[in-house]
């Protein structure tokens, strides 16, 4: 069943579907991350949205080249980040990874780099459905 949203009357309205404006939140990563951010503040805040959706641009080079990139979520009770579905590019190109948050702080982080002397350009911009 699609999401009804109430009016300021108590009138249910027609299904809304809202997606913010995407946002740069990682530009030019060349390494796998070593450790989950230090931070909340380096994730997509996603209050109120369902989704987060990463329009990620990946540069791969070297010889059978593979990047892995997870979600990870924050746990404000516990102060730590928990990984979610991992996706994996095998070569250049752009890709959305969409990530169910309901609310979360979210981040992309890139957790393997595989291949013969494999590189990586990686950017991510996010947008909130």
Known sequence: MAEVRIDANGV??????????PVAHR???????????ASSSLGVASEGFRYVDFDVSVTLGGTDPLVEVASLFFDATSGTWF???SSF??????????????????FLKV????GTSPTLSLSAWASKC
Not at 12 to 21: L, N
Not at 27 to 37: L, S
Not at 89 to 106: H, N, P, W
Not at 111 to 114: F, G, I, N, R, S
């Open 12 to 21: 249910p309205k027609a299904p809304v579907f809202e997606q913010s404006t």
């Open 27 to 37: 530009v030019a990563v060349t390494a796998v991350d070593a450790a989950d951010p």
């Open 83 to 85: 990984a979610g579905e």
């Open 89 to 106: 590019f095998t070569s250049s190109g752009r890709y959305r990874v969409r990530v169910e948050a309901r609310g979360a702080v979210v």
């Open 111 to 114: 957790v393997a780099l595989e």
